[in-house]
């Protein structure tokens, strides 16, 4: 999965988290994953946020999610293979498997010209990040 596809994936696990839903986000080799969950009030303002990150040699994985009273934000970057099991309510648990050859590099590498993309469904422009 390209590093694009990655920031895409994350942004939209971050965005659908609005009004106390929880969000989740999975990356594959040399992932990042990233999650946010906020709870807005009748007035619109924000009265609670979770968020949590992760770099993984192999997999990353995050959760974050917010309801009255309580914040709750996981994180795991891993060079092996994550479990994710029980992100409902106030439990969240997460594993990372062993990497047997910790001294292989990664498969796939990241350059500083990438190039993201925010858009609308009928193709337009609104944020252009990048070279």
């Known amino acids: 999965m390209k590093l694009k596809a990655k920031i895409a994936i994350a942004l939209v696990a971050a965005t659908t988290s609005v009004f106390g839903l929880g969000s989740g986000a999975m990356a ?3 992932g990042a994953a990233g999650a ?3 709870t807005i009030d009748g007035a619109g ?3 609670g946020a979770a968020v949590a990150a992760a770099i993984g040699k192999n997999d990353a994985s995050s959760y974050a999610r917010q309801e009255t009273g309580i914040s709750i934000a996981a994180a795991l970057g891993s060079a092996g293979s994550i479990a994710v099991e029980n ?3 106030a439990n ?3 594993e990372g498997d ?3 050859d910790l001294g292989e ?6 350059t500083s010209s990438t190039t993201i993309t925010i858009g609308t469904q009928s193709n337009d422009d ?3 990040l990048g070279n």
């Open 87 to 89: 992100i409902a309510g």
């Open 98 to 100: 062993v990497d047997f």
């Open 36 to 38: 946010a969950a906020f």
């Open 105 to 110: 590099e990664q498969a796939n590498s990241f």
């Open 92 to 94: 969240v648990f997460m």
């Open 28 to 30: 594959g080799e040399g």
């Open 45 to 47: 303002s924000v009265t």
């Open 126 to 128: 609104l944020v252009i």
